[in-house]
């Protein structure tokens, strides 16, 4: 079956720093991929479409200069989270679509301290 | 926009009875929907997809349905076991390049 990857599993960092997060998909090369994020005991809300080779597109009320998205290759979609504060810690979870069903990566848990 | 809602949220039931969630939504022009199942601190693990031009799809103990004239999905989940404690969300492709909308979840308890 598809797989996706995720880079770090779970991370701390300091407020006020930045925090990358890779999402790789291992068997298949997308295109468009997805970026969510759940915060404790609620479900996922989309964030952004990362789109290979342009600029992603962002969901209302998701802050895009705050949220870095890059779609480098078919295979690599990354997201930074810039000047981190405890409000952004939560459970990001990256995705792709292939042949009518979604494939989610197994989560990266953000705590800012 | 598309409203998704699952019902109950929280559901606690013994072992060996039948569970079944729902999932409601606002907008019938769906892509797809697919049901979930998330561990607590895990990923989401697929259970079963749905396309919208079908009624049900079945996976061992599990049965999805899908009616589109209500705006409803069920999930059945029959003889449960304690493994199939876990939040169960179902989720809806909203576009052709597969942007999901997911509903709150209902996170079940099953007893021994």
């Known amino acids: 079956g598809a797989v996706v990857s995720q880079h770090p599993s779970w991370v701390i960092c300091k407020s006020g720093t930045s925090v990358k997060i890779e999402c790789r998909s291992l068997?298949?090369?997308?295109?468009?991929m997805f970026w969510y994020r759940q915060f404790p005991k609620q479900s996922l809300m989309l964030m952004a479409t990362?789109?290979?080779?342009?600029?992603?597109?962002?969901e209302q009320g998701v802050e895009k200069d705050k949220f870095l998205i890059n779609h480098a290759s078919l295979t690599l979609s990354t997201l930074t989270v810039t000047s981190a504060h405890p409000e952004d810690s939560s459970f990001y979870i990256c995705?792709?679509?292939?042949?009518?069903?979604?494939?989610f990566g197994p989560g990266t848990r953000l705590t800012v301290t | 926009k598309q409203e998704v809602t699952q019902i109950p949220a929280a559901l606690s039931v013994p072992e060996g009875e039948n569970l079944v969630l729902n999932c409601s939504f606002t907008?019938?022009?769906?892509?797809?929907l697919q049901w979930f199942r998330q561990d607590p601190g895990k990923g989401l693990t697929s259970l079963l997809l749905?396309?919208?031009?079908?009624r049900e799809q079945t996976s061992g103990r599990l049965n999805a349905s899908l009616d589109k004239s209500s705006g409803r999905s069920t999930l059945y989940i029959a003889a449960s076991q304690p493994g199939d404690s876990a939040t169960y969300l179902c989720a809806w492709v909203t576009d052709s390049w597969g942007k999901f909308q997911f509903g709150a979840g209902t996170q079940v308890v099953v007893t021994p």
């Open positions: 068997d298949f090369q997308a295109t468009t």
């Open positions: 749905i396309q919208s031009s079908q």
């Open positions: 907008d019938s022009a769906i892509y797809n």
């Open positions: 990362s789109n290979e080779g342009s600029k992603a597109t962002y």
């Open positions: 995705s792709y679509y292939r042949g009518s069903e979604q494939y």
